[in-house]
């Protein structure tokens, strides 16, 4: 895109495309800081609490950065023009909620609760279990427009996976969300989590081929288009389906994540404003109406519009009510600016979940606002880079993807956090990486592996030069 | 551990953590891919009369010979070095021209994947030939391929700038 400037001298400003570097050392650099990080974290947790280094800071360290290894040589081999800064940014966040859940660990409170498990180890696992994972998707995912064949399966793996936790004797009613599946021998997996993935290409396939029809038959009417009543069927369903997920999962987070994801990826694809109006309207009538007669639904909100009548109830020992949300916000009330810094805050607290979906709580007392501040941002770099991918993307399937695939993760980041901080009613998602749990880290990893393949596709400078017939020399047989 | 001690690794934390977040950021700075702008004077009879028309002799000058040479592995400063997609629902993807074919049409293997009713799944492509001149060609598409508003039978030389219709969309090759 050439433009041509009126000055005088009638300079030319041209733009050309540069060969896009492969970015794999800038990726190995910021990935050494990221693993750096944790590890003054956690020296930093055991100096406060036992006044010594920790015993296992070699064994943590060697272990963060063996897995931050493998998954960058993963990068380097299978997507070698994959974004620089996914990888780094999500190790980052891994480690930290690592360190965090160590903390936890240590807490005398904490451990001395019946249901108390050393999760830190677990996690480790998990996040070992994660990487593979990543290495695996990048192996054999060689090219994410493969994942365009599947369109309809994938609908339908995404509504297994949500129904699942509803069929009698496979799902669990923990804690009042009915979000869980108990796998015999495996413990139990929220299969939400890996849903969100499936269902983005779900969208991603149907909105390719659908979004002519519901961009352009439209009526305009007070500077809004206003679609055709027929098109308005896909939004329903789905608007109907996240009801059905709330009022049977009594599950507001999963809910609106995925009637988000849909209202997000149908923006990006029509370019009509008027369908985020809809999607608004919509969701707020289905949340307030749910939330007008579901217990558990009705109880969270509550929750969120007076915490501290809810914490008082709790005092008093009714059941039914929590003191969580008041906690949580005392714990980021008592870490102020700068925080009370690693290991001196008490955030355990808030006993129940502190290093799941209150883990945010635990930062937001140790380091702070300005922790916190940092941590918003980390988020907010993947969804940039999430959203930079899908704009680098040359197929319109591999944008609305990338597109849903960020869209998901930044919802998921603002439910959690606008949960635990008290902006919206209190949900039970987790906070992507950083929150113990094994199926959040697997489906993270998994959806962070997809973003690299995107990007590795969309920032490879040239497709292989294909022969061309016409410039060879035309054979000439000569008998001799 | 003394509160000093504590104090200042709490404060260090924050800044590693921040300094994390503009290292990150500045990547993302020099990361600003695909595009590059450069200033410089345009080469209009007005600006630089001398310059230009000197240039324009020592290009008549050369040997073709040498000009197709030249060609084979960077040509001289006409020469597109991207192709630029001006209309439809792709506007402002670039690809850079780096001697390789490009394909375009519905096909999810193409090189520019065009979402237009109006295009075929193998549209058309558009290669280099031996003298590195850019050609387009038609691949049999249904709603034809036009340059310049004239539909193309046969392998066409692209002028820069001049737009390649396919559909609603157009692509232009460009400097």
């Not at chain 1, 038959?217 to 288009?225: I, Q």
């Not at chain 1, 149908?266 to 404003?273: D, K």
């Not at chain 1, 980021?332 to 979940?353: E, P, R, V």
């Not at chain 2, 240039?55 to 070095?81: I, K, L, M, S």
Request: with cysteine; net charge positive; proline share 5%.
């Amino acid at each position: 895109m050439s433009s041509t400037t009126n000055s005088p001298t009638h300079h030319t400003s041209t733009i050309g495309a540069i060969g896009a570097p492969s970015r794999r050392n800038t990726e190995l650099a910021l990935l050494i800081f990221a693993v750096v990080i944790p590890v003054f974290a956690y020296a930093n947790v055991g100096l406060a609490l036992d006044d010594q280094v920790p015993s296992g800071l070699l064994s943590y360290g060697l272990g963060l950065g063996l897995l931050a290894g493998v998954a960058h040589l993963g990068v380097r081999k299978f997507a070698p023009y994959a974004d620089p800064l996914l990888l780094p940014l999500a190790t980052l966040l891994n480690g930290l909620g690592l360190v965090c859940i160590w903390r936890l660990d240590q807490s005398k409170l904490l451990q001395s609760l019946p249901n108390f498990v050393t999760a830190a180890p677990r996690q480790l696992l998990y996040t070992a279990l994660g990487i593979a994972l990543f290495v695996v998707v990048l192996i054999f995912l060689k090219d994410h427009r493969v994942l365009q064949r599947y369109t309809y399966i994938s609908m339908f793996g995404a509504l297994v996976l949500l129904i699942l936790p509803l069929v009698p004797g496979l799902g669990a009613n923990i804690y009042g969300a009915k979000i869980w599946i108990r796998v015999p021998g495996l413990g139990s997996l929220q299969p939400g989590e890996f849903a969100k993935i499936v269902l983005a290409v779900f969208f991603a396939g149907y909105l390719m081929v659908k979004r002519d029809a519901l961009a352009l038959a439209s009526r305009r009417f007070m500077g809004l288009y206003l679609p055709r009543g027929r098109d308005l069927g896909p939004i329903l369903v789905v608007w109907g389906i996240s009801i059905l997920i709330l009022v049977f999962e009594t599950d507001l987070g999963t809910s609106l994540l995925f009637f988000g994801m849909f209202v997000i990826m149908l923006y990006v694809a029509t370019e009509r404003t008027s369908w985020i109006v809809f999607g608004l309207l919509m969701s707020s009538a289905g949340a307030v109406g749910v939330a007008s007669f579901e217990p558990h639904v009705k109880m969270r909100v509550q929750a969120w519009l007076d915490p501290m009548k809810e914490y008082t109830l709790s005092q008093q020992g009714q059941f039914g009510h929590s003191e969580q949300a008041m906690q949580a916000l005392w714990a980021f009330g008592s870490g102020g600016t700068l925080g009370s810094g690693w290991g001196q805050g008490h955030s355990d607290l808030i006993k129940f979940a502190a290093n799941s979906d209150f883990i945010l709580a635990t930062f937001g007392e140790e380091l702070g606002l300005a922790g916190i501040m940092a941590i918003l941002l980390i988020y907010g770099l993947i969804v940039e880079r999430g959203v930079r991918t899908a704009l680098a993307a040359r197929d319109p399937f591999g944008k609305l993807l990338a597109i849903g695939l960020s869209g998901a993760f930044a919802l998921q980041v603002f439910v959690v956090a606008g949960g635990v901080m008290g902006l919206i009613p209190l949900t039970g998602m987790t906070m992507p990486f950083m929150a113990y749990g094994g199926s959040s880290v697997l489906a993270n990893w998994a959806l962070i592996a997809i973003l690299i393949r995107i990007s590795d596709t969309a920032r490879r400078p040239a497709p292989a030069p294909a022969s061309n017939p016409d410039a060879e020399m035309t054979q000439v047989v000569r008998p001799s | 551990m003394s509160e000093l001690t504590l104090t200042v690794m709490r404060l260090g934390f924050l800044a590693v953590l921040w300094l994390f977040v503009i290292v990150a950021v500045q990547v993302i700075r020099s990361d600003l891919f695909g595009t590059r702008v450069t200033q410089r004077g345009s080469r209009r009879e007005a600006a630089r009369p001398q310059q230009s028309g000197r240039q324009q002799a020592r290009q008549q000058a050369a040997p073709p010979q040498q000009r197709a040479q030249q060609g084979g592995g960077r040509r001289g400063r006409n020469a597109p070095t991207k192709l630029v997609v001006t209309e439809g629902t792709l506007t402002g993807t670039t690809v850079a021209l780096q001697g390789q074919t490009i394909t375009l049409g519905r096909a999810h293997d193409s090189t520019i994947v065009l979402d237009d009713d109006y295009a075929s799944s193998r549209h058309a492509r558009i290669y280099p030939d031996r003298d590195g001149q850019w050609i387009v060609e038609d691949l049999g598409s249904t709603n034809g391929t036009y340059l310049d508003r004239s539909r193309l039978t046969t392998p066409t030389p692209i002028p820069l700038g001049a737009p390649i219709r396919i559909g609603k969309t157009a692509i232009e090759l460009r400097k």
